[in-house]
């Protein structure tokens, strides 16, 4: 049987686990508009659902803008304001729908409208590229520090529960 392992070995992976996954998924389009640089794959080349499933056909979507009507939209003055560029706070379940829980409706308000706001309010697909882009890697950061923090959570709680039971701490890491 192997001998304890160290919290900091743990704590190390876990970090570089998160790390290598924010690189895997970095919306690399957004990084591209901003700087002119594209990064080399993998970053970026990995499915995120944080942009490509939810984010983007909610406020990215080029078809959103021409007729200010879609089945993601639940007002659609705030649709119409989205594509005029008017700055508001855009709140899931009341201007959009959101297949999440509340818990992660707040998140995402929370991650969104701070892109906007770093954005200067300019959102929607027919905001200027440079604005769409901060928007976007603002709502990515935010969500992935979430994601992040929870990971840690997780692993210190696994870390604790295994220390009362007696076990291996190697599976602590199994999560990620």
């Given at each position: 049987?192997?001998?304890?392992?160290?919290?900091?070995?743990?704590?190390?992976?876990?970090?570089?686990?998160?790390?290598?996954?924010?690189?895997?998924?970095?919306?690399?389009?957004?990084v591209t508009t901003l700087t002119g640089y594209t990064p080399p794959p993998p970053i970026g080349s990995v499915y995120s659902d944080i942009i490509a499933g939810v984010y983007g056909p909610i406020f990215e979507d080029p078809s959103l803008c021409p007729s200010a009507t879609s089945d993601r939209w639940i007002d659609r003055a705030a649709l119409q304001d989205l594509c005029r560029g008017v700055p508001r706070f855009y709140l899931p379940y009341r201007d959009y729908v959101l297949e999440y829980p509340p818990l992660v409706g707040a998140?995402?308000?929370?991650?969104?409208?701070?892109?906007?706001?770093?954005?200067?309010?300019?959102?929607?697909?027919?905001a200027p590229a440079e604005a769409r882009a901060v928007a976007k890697l603002v709502h990515y950061a935010v969500q992935s520090a979430a994601i992040g923090a929870a990971a840690l959570v997780l692993m210190r709680e696994l870390w604790r529960v295994s220390e009362k039971a007696g076990l291996s701490r190697l599976y602590v890491i199994l999560p990620l």
């Open positions: 049987m192997p001998g304890p392992v160290d919290k900091r070995v743990v704590v190390a992976v876990t970090i570089a686990s998160l790390a290598l996954s924010f690189l895997l998924h970095l919306p690399t389009d957004a998140l995402w308000a929370l991650s969104t409208n701070l892109g906007f706001a770093a954005a200067g309010l300019r959102a929607g697909p027919e």
